[in-house]
């Protein structure tokens, strides 16, 4: 795991099985982002297992085997979607093409766990509700900066606990590292990833309902500009939104491809999170100047200051508590309306944004 390279990163965490081998076989289809890694991590560390894999790039399907020598390399997808022993199949397959194979895995009677952004358009979400309904069937998303960080989990168990009162406003960042040279073409087009506040958005998105604890929001002002990387015209390199939740919680979030070089980390992602009785910031990757280690939180209330070091203390229980949700049919995890909702409000920042017009002249807006 690589902690300069966004695209690789793959957390690894505390081994917490909910289920004996066999129970809950998984597979992999679609290796166009490396977040595929630390969802089959995750979902390993639970106790499922990791049987089979899928990708039409044979080099990938390989270096997936490598990184996992259990797996078979499946010929064809539908080798691994007409296994009836498989329980789920887990993807991160290019942004615009993960509904499709979402649709296609559920009617093979089998649950999804796509990477973010799950959709790239509202037509999309609506599919996957109607499909999930008919079926009955999961459709997980990775999430990661929430799920698979043990500070951005410890501080939705805080505010569960009382320790901030109620939620009444959040602040998110979500810079990145580009790394331009090393990206596929399908990263810089939003018609495959779908937009910077559809992709990299949509964990801010998601913080905000769960932190807040809102069913749905609306977006009040978006933005969204390319100011450096004109060799690729279509890319956009800055994000943000301002949304208001339906229990009147307030949001702001800043999404970005500018982490300089010399940053210790892929990206200084944080959050601070206001409550009526205290406030909590939570950085996620790094502490800088100060511990290159990731996973620092700071509460103060009425008790104090206080510095929670989270780092191997806390767990990611999202993955054991989703399989269980499968097996079950149980909503545990994460809700299926929370995770569909937190994708179309993405989608619907992306398409409301304002684009922001970079010259050497004053900016200009369109």
């Known amino acids: 795991m690589s902690k300069n390279d966004g695209m690789n990163y793959a957390p690894k965490g505390k081994v917490s099985r909910v289920v004996e081998k066999g129970e809950f076989r998984f597979a992999a289809i679609g290796l166009d982002h490396g977040h595929i890694y630390g969802m089959c991590n995750g979902l390993l560390e639970a106790g499922g297992e990791l049987v089979a894999v899928y990708d039409p790039d044979e080099k990938k399907a390989s270096g997936f085997k490598e990184k996992y020598p259990e797996v078979t390399i499946a010929a064809s997808e539908d080798e691994i979607l007409n296994d009836p022993t498989i329980h789920l199949v887990a993807s991160a397959n290019i942004p615009v093409d993960r509904c499709a194979l ?9 649950h999804y766990f796509a990477d973010k ?19 009955g069937l999961k459709w997980g998303i990775y999430y990661s900066e929430r799920l698979h960080v043990e500070s951005a989990i410890f501080a939705g168990q805080l505010i569960e606990e009382g320790a901030i009162g109620r939620v009444i406003q959040v602040m998110g960042t979500g810079p990145h590292r580009a790394r331009a040279n090393a990206r596929p073409d399908w990263f810089f087009d939003p018609k495959y990833y779908g937009g910077i506040l559809c992709d990299i958005g949509s964990h801010q998105i998601e913080q905000f309902l769960h932190y807040s604890g809102a069913n ?4 009040l002002h978006s933005k969204v500009a390319n100011y450096h990387f004109k060799q690729y015209p279509k890319f956009e390199d800055y994000g943000d939104a301002t949304l208001v939740a339906d229990n009147g919680a307030t949001f702001y979030f800043r999404v970005d491809w500018f982490t300089p070089d010399g940053l210790g980390t892929w990206g200084d992602g944080r959050v601070i999170i206001l409550g009526t009785k205290g406030y909590i910031e939570v950085r996620k990757y790094i502490d800088i100047g100060r511990d290159s280690s990731g996973d620092h939180l700071y509460l103060v209330n009425h008790e104090g200051e206080k510095h929670f070091e989270c780092n191997g203390k806390v767990g990611c229980p999202f993955f054991g508590e989703f399989i269980l ?10 809700t299926q309306e929370h995770a569909f909702k937190a994708a179309e409000l993405c989608i619907e920042a992306q398409e409301k944004a304002i684009q922001v017009e970079s010259a050497d002249t004053p900016a200009a807006v369109k």
């Open 102 to 110: 979402g649709l296609r895995v559920l009617d093979h009677g089998k």
């Open 117 to 135: 952004p799950a959709f790239t358009t509202k037509e999309q979400v609506e599919k996957a509700r109607e499909k999930t309904a008919e079926t």
């Open 216 to 219: 749905d929001a609306k977006v």
């Open 325 to 334: 949700d499968c097996l079950n049919g149980t909503e545990h995890a994460m």
